[in-house]
């Protein structure tokens, strides 16, 4: 039966906006009308319907859990869930704050309306009691700079003299000051879902829509990193603060060392909050992860690895998977109403700026099968990349999660290497699924041979964090207790920084004479621009890092002080500056990722409003970071015509058969709670089509 808008707007609205729904609709009729016909089987429908067991059931929430983050793979709809199961809590009564921590944000996409940066607002035409926000990452990280700021080298000026000053700073006290002034990459986005959880008090429930599967975890990660950072940073000031005190005999300014300690209150009210966030991902009664996915085997296989890295690994509570997009009775007629969607969707993105700057590649759907292994992946290839010409030796493809990315870089690869080109197609997605693209199991951070000129690597993320902490530590060395405390605060790499080793292993395949192209898979939007910024992070970071090193060496006060406690030690200068060495990579790397003679990057994008929004926002960003940027690949474009509509249902009704029965088992093995979500036939979006997605989401069973 179809669900349109009128009715849905009337059963599922709360009692105290219904007699606002006539003038609402009189306005929204027309997108909302074409925005829900889905498909529904009735109970005597279900038995005709494939693929749906009975683990399917209603979604439920413990009344206990107050913090719920949703997450999945790219593009399976983890915003739109997100914005269901709030306005539908909110609906019953409860104060919800639905919260998004993606960097390449789409939360206000999903509601239909602007969304301020770090505050919550009011969602407009939903409950009264429905908030949300967009983590603000720039504005936490400057309260992170707060803090640091509260230790005031110049100030002391006025009330200790020059002298005191200039004997602090011989210390090496700016250094140290501008190098945890910059965290590393991800403490932004963790100091600012710390100022999320403290909300916690103010809503009966909050609603986190996460970054893609491995972004997600990292998120995870973070307060275990920046619990041992904020740490050894404080252990690192106490040594300064001896250093400090020590010098302070010398010049008589003995209350430097009570100043010094400014700096320490502050970051331990920062290191509080910090540890509340992980106190709060580890309460199981607390707080619950929902896995979200789409009935495909790429997508079955990386919801495999993630609710079973949220158990074993995070030890997060996860009891629920969300299967979005489940067809049912999905026939021609309602592809044809999909099909008119996608292409006006896509004929006035392409007509305005930014896209109508770009050279857009439109692949239409297919039909034989999913795009798995090396001959389908070649006849993708010459669907999409017949006509290309003047290819550049390193190809960066990426976009939005869930649009084709590493199939359409999995593809090019292998377009590139027909004729005996010498192609090298690598992952730095942390939720890899290049080799599950290919076919073949790809082992962590080895290249593999896939086809006779054709490697595939995955980046080994744990390897490269690994590789990461010991080119800091041996780089800054332990030549005294204050250096060791250096590299000790240094020395655990922050989620996110095996990106950074894995674009210098790209930069070392680009430099090689091994291959003529070298095409990456990325991460999705908002972690593939970090990623490109983070050469510029890296030579920054290194600069101070190195700067704080040789300052504690040459310091005269230092070695007086290191005399005095019999700790001094011979410095070894014939060793390697790798710190150095690091950072020259970084500097040649970022040139690299700016030369348009030599480096492109490919955007995918889904023929939908939340993809080619997204896809919009990417390319002004490439733009602004003068990054080339001129192709456009739309996948899954569908073809007006019945033999073309016919096979695009019975294809995905073949292929979710197949995902299906992988969720299911993994349902049985692990005793996770299954819900289908049917799919629409056009983008779910605004707050009446979400009451419609939380309909099917929380129905009775």
């Known amino acids: 039966m179809l669900l349109v808008i009128a009715w849905c707007a009337a059963a599922f609205a709360p009692a105290t906006k219904r007699s606002l ?43 206990s859990v107050k913090l719920c983050f949703v997450g999945g793979k790219g593009g399976v709809g983890k915003t739109s869930i997100s914005g269901a199961i709030a306005t539908k809590l909110s609906d019953d009564g409860e104060k919800v704050l639905v919260v998004s921590t993606d960097p390449a944000h789409s939360l206000g996409d999903a509601l239909g309306q602007a969304l301020s940066r770090g505050a919550p607002s009011q969602v407009v035409e939903a409950s009264p009691s429905l908030f949300a926000m967009e983590i603000d990452a720039e504005g936490a990280l400057e309260k992170w700079r707060s803090a640091v700021a509260a230790f005031d080298v110049e100030g002391f000026a006025s009330r200790y003299g020059r002298v005191a000053v200039d004997a602090l700073r011989s210390l090496g006290i700016d250094e140290f000051l501008e190098l945890v002034s910059n965290p590393p990459p991800g403490i932004d986005e963790l100091v600012a879902l710390s100022e999320v959880v403290k909300r916690r008090d103010d809503y009966d429930r909050i609603i986190v829509d996460t970054a893609p599967t491995g972004h997600a975890l990292r ?11 904020v740490g050894n940073v404080l252990k690192l000031k106490s040594k300064l603060s ?94 044809r109403t999909y099909a008119a969607n996608q292409r006006a969707l896509l004929d006035a993105a392409l007509g305005t700026p930014p896209l109508s700057k770009a050279i857009a590649t439109r692949v239409p759907f297919v039909a034989d099968g999913e795009l798995v292994g090396e001959h389908a992946l070649r006849y993708f290839g010459g669907l999409a990349f017949g006509d290309w010409e003047d290819v550049k030796k390193l190809v960066i493809v990426g976009g939005k999660g869930g649009v084709g990315k590493t199939t359409a870089a999995a593809s090019l690869a292998v377009f590139l290497s027909d004729g005996g080109r010498r192609v090298a197609a690598v992952s730095t997605d942390p939720a890899h699924s290049l080799g599950d693209a290919f076919d073949v199991d790809l082992p962590p951070g080895t290249i593999t041979r896939v086809a006779p000129t054709l490697d595939a690597l995955e980046i080994d993320a744990d390897a490269a ?24 605060t240094l020395e655990t790499p922050p989620p996110g920084v095996d990106e950074l080793v894995s674009l210098l292993k790209v930069l ?22 970090r990623m490109l910024a983070l050469p510029e992070i890296l030579d920054d970071f290194a600069e101070r890092a190195a700067n704080a090193r040789d300052r504690l060496r040459a310091n005269p006060f230092v070695r007086a002080f290191l005399k005095n406690q019999q700790q001094q030690q011979q410095i070894g200068d014939e060793t390697v500056d790798r710190l150095r060495d690091l950072q020259e990579k970084a500097l040649a790397l970022d040139v690299v990722l700016h030369d348009k003679d ?24 490439l733009d602004d970071a003068g990054v080339q940027a001129d192709r456009l690949v739309v996948n899954g474009l569908l073809d007006d015509d019945e033999p073309s509509l016919d096979a695009f249902a019975a294809k995905r009704r073949a292929n979710q058969d197949a995902a299906l029965d992988d969720i299911h088992q993994l349902s049985e093995a692990s005793h996770f709670r299954i819900t289908h979500i049917p799919q629409y036939d056009t983008d779910v979006s605004g707050v009446y089509g979400l009451r419609a997605l939380a309909h099917a989401l929380f129905r009775p069973r």
């Not at 964090?465 to 590299?487: C, F, P, Y």
């Open 21 to 63: 729904l006539p003038a609402i609709q009189k306005k929204r009729t027309k997108k909302h009308v074409l925005l829900l016909h889905a498909v529904v089987p009735s109970s005597s429908e279900k038995e005709e319907t494939t693929g749906v067991s009975q683990q399917d059931v209603g979604f439920e929430l413990r009344d």
């Open 219 to 229: 998120l995870l990660d973070l307060p275990r990193f920046a619990d041992a950072f």
């Open 242 to 335: 001896q250093l400090a005190n020590f010098a302070g005999d010398i010049v008589s300014s003995k209350e430097l060392f009570e100043d010094v300690d400014k700096l320490a209150d502050r970051l331990e009210t920062l290191h509080a909050s910090l540890g509340a966030v992980r106190s709060a991902l580890r309460d199981q009664e607390l707080t619950e992860f929902v896995v979200v996915a789409i009935p495909t085997l790429l997508a079955s296989r990386e919801t495999r690895r993630l609710a079973t890295s949220l158990r074993s690994k995070q030890r997060v509570a996860a009891r629920s998977i969300v299967v979005n997009r489940v067809i049912q009775r999905f026939d021609a007629s309602k592809a």
């Open 465 to 488: 964090a690994r590789e990461a902490a010991e080119v800091l530590k041996t780089s800054i060395g332990s030549d005294n207790e204050a250096l060791a405390q250096l590299a000790q």
């Open 508 to 529: 070392d395949l680009a430099r090689s004479r091994d291959y003529e192209y070298i095409v990456v898979d990325t991460a999705p939007t908002g972690h593939t621009l």
């Open 598 to 621: 030599r480096t492109e990057f490919v955007m995918v994008c889904a023929p939908n409003d939340l993809s080619i929004s997204e896809t919009a926002r990417l390319k002004t960003a």
